[in-house]
């Protein structure tokens, strides 16, 4: 069990597992998991960790769509985005690069999500770790956060 799934737990909400083959050696983690489990790309959503002015924060976006650093920075109020270093991201969240999950994080981070979540009644995120995903709804995951939706992707 990951720390993301202990978060869903605790909180109360509901929430599918799907587990996966994960091939080591591609790097298009959402891709692969969209793919694996025949899920629109659209409806698959990868978590990606940003520096906002300085200050670390969460975007979750459909794979099938390029996250907008510009976008981000405006979502956060922030003048500049970039990617977050690996590293950091892996020390801060406690989860590795391609199986980042929103969810049971370290420390929370303000988060936003891209609005096409609100096409879906389920979106999938990863569960913690390569090779798993959790169906969840997408006002689950906004509550659960505390995020805030907003167009980050281009």
């Not at 597992?17 to 298009?28: N, Q, Y």
């Amino acid at each position: 069990m990951t720390p993301a799934v202990r978060a869903l737990e605790a909180a109360g909400v509901a929430f599918t597992v799907h587990e996966f083959d994960h091939d080591g050696a591609t790097r298009d983690f959402g891709r692969v998991a969209a793919a694996a489990l025949a899920l629109d790309p659209d409806q698959v959503f990868k978590t990606l960790v940003v520096a906002a002015d300085g200050a670390l924060a969460v975007a979750v976006a459909p794979v099938s769509r390029q996250l907008s650093l510009k976008a981000m920075a405006t979502a956060l109020g922030a003048k500049r985005a970039e990617l977050g270093e690996p590293s950091t991201v892996e020390r801060i969240t406690g989860y590795v690069v391609g199986g980042i999950s929103p969810f049971g994080q370290r420390r929370r981070l303000p988060t936003v999500i891209d609005d096409t979540c609100e096409l879906f009644d389920t979106i999938y995120v990863s569960g913690g770790r390569r090779g798993l995903d959790l169906g969840v709804a997408p006002g689950d995951l906004v509550a659960v956060t505390g995020a805030i939706v907003a167009r980050i992707t281009a």
